[in-house]
T-cell receptor, first 116, second 110 residues
Framework: DGGITQSPKYLFRKEGQNVTLSCEQN?????MYWYRQDPGQGLRLIYY???????QKGDIAEGYSVSREKKESFPLTVTSAQKNPTAFYLC???????????????FGPGTRLTVT | GNSVTQMEGPVTLSEEAFLTINCTYT??????LFWYVQYPGEGLQLLLK?????DKGSNKGFEATYRKETTSFHLEKGSVQVSDSAVYFC?????????FGKGTRLSVIA
């Protein structure tokens, strides 16, 4: 089955530690995205990547970093510089360009990160 | 940039009631419009979409019509079920990555 996997589903970390969230897709999509979801705020774009070895900052990139070494993988690192990292993180992919007029995205199941 | 405004929730309905969730957008050019649904603890699933003016997207009894003159894409369903309880997101794409509304939580009671 084609799809997007995110692991783990729940992640717990101590404040001051970096943590990396995994996102893998087997849809052969060029573009991948990371969103953060907080209650009542909808989805906010953190980073996106149109092709391998290229990525762009979204609306709330501060305190996060990404890499895109392989087409199927787009890991997100939440650094200790992120002031409020506890949130639900969603990864997505699309076979259309991020700035195209028909940017239909497919989502993974999400990772809930709790930092204490 | 693009933006989406959708009605705030929560919306609580009895089973078999009629549903409308309002969504308006601002965007330049010829954007596409989407409705996504999120069930508790899960990611988002595409519910329906429309890619040009006057198009009607439909799926699982839900419908929405792309109205360019009113910049709207309201979601409707004639008879909701308990299983429709979820959060619904309206989104617009075009010239920028997909932009989402804040979501509307729907609760359907038996």
């Amino acid at each position: 089955d084609g799809g997007i996997t995110q692991s783990p589903k729940y992640l717990f970390r101590k404040e001051g530690q970096n943590v990396t969230l995994s996102c893998e897709q087997n849809l052969n999509h060029d573009a991948m995205y990371w969103y953060r979801q907080d209650p009542g705020q909808g989805l906010r774009l953190i980073y996106y990547s149109q092709i391998v070895n290229d990525f762009q900052k979204g609306d709330i990139a501060e305190g996060y970093s990404v890499s895109r070494e392989k087409k199927e993988s787009f890991p997100l690192t939440v650094t200790s510089a992120q002031k409020n990292p506890t949130a639900f993180y969603l990864c997505a992919s699309s076979n259309s360009p991020p700035s195209g007029t028909n940017n239909e995205q497919y989502f993974g199941p999400g990772t809930r990160l709790t930092v204490t | 940039g693009n933006s989406v405004t959708q009605m705030e929730g929560p919306v609580t309905l009895s089973e078999e009631a009629f549903l409308t969730i309002n969504c308006t957008y601002t965007a330049t050019g010829y954007p596409s419009l989407f409705w996504y649904v999120q069930y508790p603890g899960e990611g988002l699933q595409l519910l329906l979409k429309a890619t040009k003016a006057d198009d009607k997207g439909s799926n699982k009894g839900f419908e929405a019509t792309y109205r360019k003159e009113t910049t709207s894409f309201h979601l409707e369903k004639g008879s909701v079920q308990v299983s429709d309880s979820a959060v619904y997101f309206c989104a617009v794409s075009g010239n920028t990555p997909l932009v989402f509304g804040k979501g509307t939580r729907l609760s359907v009671i038996a």
